[in-house]
């Protein structure tokens, strides 16, 4: 839309033909740019939980929209012109309804495409789409401009894709980028390490992290207890009289169905004397290592294994996409995080302990 003539609800000024308008995204209120970063937010956010919808007075001047063909659709808030395939508006979010009657006999088919994404019986059905998606790209725009890129992608594509936390990782992305560097931390990778790989979809990282974990846990299983037999046999010897004594207790206490005041006594007496003998602190002081490096590697690194992946899905969903429609869908679904996912690495943790109770 052409605002040119209309006030500025912030300062009061006109808007001139070469003013840089920002239109905010819930409400449809344009504002200079400059207005929008001194203030914040948007001039009427108090009004947006009213439902409040910005709309041209009466009393200005009428504006002029750019040309357009049947192909093209109008959003009823920020007048922008969009491709017909469109769910909502590429500018403003808003959704945009006229599609919905005709969009999909508009669509292309889709059924016999090779889509690695999706149901490929069917295909992506364009009403599942979010009116919210595109949001996500419009406060983008807002906050980092429109012509700002990472790698070559639009930050407004790289928004609709990353979704949750978006404007948090793209300002990271950007810094990365403007500093040339790998390193960017992240409390979430972390602390979290693998269940936060499973969350962000990067399900390849997170079977790594936990092989690798369970690897280490094995190694430190092994490796004291072959270094005290070796160079400090007469601890490994007490280390292997106390397993001794307890599977003795343990099996006692399996032929009789229960267990005596004394063998309970003596089995918690002699399993405090095995945790703290040296072979059981090195192995701990092993794995706490391991899990401390990790969680250092995964903080620092994590923002840029992230940003590899956004990118490289994103590339791949525009090689395969027919369409803008079909290229929005994958963007949604490929993209965004899941809470789904953060079961697996509770099923891998229980393979890989019953695994590693075989050696």
């Not at 508006?89 to 508009?106: F, H, P, S, W």
């Not at 948090?168 to 040339?180: A, S, T, V």
């Not at 369409?323 to 995080?337: E, F, I």
Request: charged share 20%; aromatic share 12%.
């Amino acid at each position: 839309m052409n605002y040119t003539g209309i006030e500025c609800p912030s300062c009061g000024k006109k808007f001139e033909q070469t003013d840089d308008v920002v239109v905010c995204p819930v409400c449809g209120t344009p504002q200079h740019r400059d207005c929008w970063n001194e203030n914040g937010k948007c001039i009427n956010e108090e009004k947006h939980s009213e439902g409040f919808i910005w709309q041209m007075q009466d009393n200005e001047p009428e504006t002029s929209a750019p040309a357009h063909s049947e192909d093209m659709k109008i959003c009823p808030r920020c007048g922008e012109h969009n491709e017909k395939y469109e769910p909502v508006c590429t500018k403003c979010g808003e959704r945009l309804k006229a599609n919905r009657q005709t969009i999909d006999d508009q669509m292309p088919p889709f059924g016999n495409m090779n889509m690695p994404f999706g149901n490929r019986q069917q295909g992506p059905n364009p009403n599942n789409f979010s009116p919210y998606q595109n949001v996500y790209a419009a406060d983008a725009r807002t906050v980092f401009g429109s012509d700002a890129k990472i790698d070559d992608i639009p930050v407004t594509e790289i928004a609709e894709y990353v979704q949750k936390d978006s404007m948090k990782y793209i300002g990271k992305f950007l810094d990365m980028q403007e500093k040339n560097t790998k390193l960017s931390w992240n409390w979430s990778a972390g602390i979290l390490s693998a269940f936060w790989c499973f969350y962000r979809k990067m399900v390849g990282l997170g079977v790594a992290l936990i092989a690798i974990f369970f690897s280490v846990t094995l190694i430190s299983s092994i490796v004291p207890v072959t270094v005290y037999r070796t160079y400090k046999p007469e601890v490994y010897a007490e280390y292997e009289m106390l397993v001794e004594e307890i599977n003795e207790i343990m099996q006692q206490v399996a032929e009789d169905g229960t267990a005596t005041m004394e063998e309970a006594t003596r089995y918690y007496s002699l399993t405090a004397k095995l945790l703290a003998s040296p072979i059981n602190i090195t192995s701990l002081i092993i794995r706490a290592t391991a899990v401390l490096l990790m969680s250092i590697i995964m903080g620092f690194f994590g923002n840029n294994f992230y940003k590899k992946k956004v990118i490289k899905d994103i590339r791949t969903i525009r090689r395969i996409s027919g369409d803008s429609t079909t290229y929005h869908y994958y963007l949604h679904q490929k993209g965004n995080v899941s809470i789904v996912n953060i079961l697996l690495p509770i099923l891998l943790y229980t393979f890989f302990s019953t695994l590693t109770t075989y050696f």
